[in-house]
């Protein structure tokens, strides 16, 4: 493929903070180096829709095994293909607040004989990243199936809990790490979703995918995007600039490579800007560090 057609690259994430974080991290890095870089905000079936079709050329959120289900059609045809790990460490499941776990709340199975105390709902994340939620509310493990699952933003989700939070009232929501939501809320996971969520709570490692053929037609994008990784701290970090302070996903990103220059050693290592100068050297020079 001719360099022309690799200069705009076209990377999705479903609206959550983590990979709005490390997706702008790429989309700073991209931009230096002389690449457009295109952002799309899409649901999770749609990214890998997207993917499958040409449409979006990378991914930096696929969490395994909580995501399984949404990538296997798509890893059994082939058209789309996981290149790296990018963030060890991570977990994924349901969350209470502290004072509901004190309450005798520690697992999945405790939840239904307190539904007046929740409502009978379960908070999740926008429509169409739902699915493990769903089915777990309805399998016949938990005497959930009349409870309803509330699909909102991830910020919505959020506003939600802190208006519980603030009111000692009892939620049961989908709580992740990494996330500022750990150090702002006073929070445990639950036990009982291995199932649905993989066990360790739903403990995760979190990949970067490409679209197939992407990183033979674009080689050296293949290579920044594939060498990009984070850590837990870093990502708590810059999604607190994201939510708490309010910053944009490339002027969080900017903040956390100032504060990580280190980083640039690995994620740039063999990689030249568009126009084929040292990647380091370029960006390095444009961010003035």
């Not at 399998?139 to 699909?151: M, R």
């Not at 809990?161 to 709580?175: A, D, M, N």
Request: aromatic share 10%; glycine share 8%.
């Amino acid at each position: 493929m001719a360099l022309a057609d690799c200069t705009e690259v076209r990377l999705a994430q479903p609206g959550w903070t983590d990979t709005a974080l490390t997706s702008g991290i790429a989309q700073v890095l991209l931009e230096q180096l002389g690449y457009k870089a295109d952002v799309s905000m899409l649901s999770i079936p749609i990214i890998y829709e997207s993917m499958a079709s040409k449409k979006v050329d990378a991914f930096l959120g696929y969490w395994d095994p909580a995501m399984v289900k949404y990538y296997k059609p798509f890893k059994e045809d082939g058209s789309v293909v996981t290149v790296s790990t990018n963030l060890e460490g991570a977990k994924y499941t349901w969350a209470v607040p502290s004072y509901v776990y004190d309450a005798g709340v520690h697992d999945f199975a405790d939840i239904a004989a307190h539904g007046d105390e929740f409502d009978h709902k379960l908070y999740g994340l926008s429509p169409g990243s739902n699915d493990s939620m769903i089915a777990a509310k309805n399998s016949d493990a938990f005497g959930l199936k009349d409870w309803d699952v509330v699909e909102s933003s991830e910020q919505g989700m959020l506003a939600q809990v802190e208006r519980e939070v603030k009111r000692k009232k009892w939620i049961v929501f989908l709580g992740w790490e990494p996330h500022p939501m750990n150090t702002r809320f006073d929070m445990r996971y639950l036990t009982g979703g291995d199932e649905f969520y993989g066990p360790n709570f739903g403990g995760a490692t979190v990949h970067t995918q490409f679209r197939k053929d992407y990183a033979e037609e674009c080689p050296n994008v293949g290579k920044l995007l594939g060498q990009l990784h984070f850590t837990l701290k870093m990502e708590n970090v810059g999604m607190g600039y994201i939510l708490d302070d309010h910053m944009s996903e490339p002027d969080a990103a900017r903040k956390i490579i100032d504060a990580n220059p280190d980083m640039l050693d690995s994620w740039l290592a063999g990689v030249t800007s568009a126009d084929g100068a040292p990647a380091l050297e370029t960006v390095k020079k444009g961010l003035g560090l």
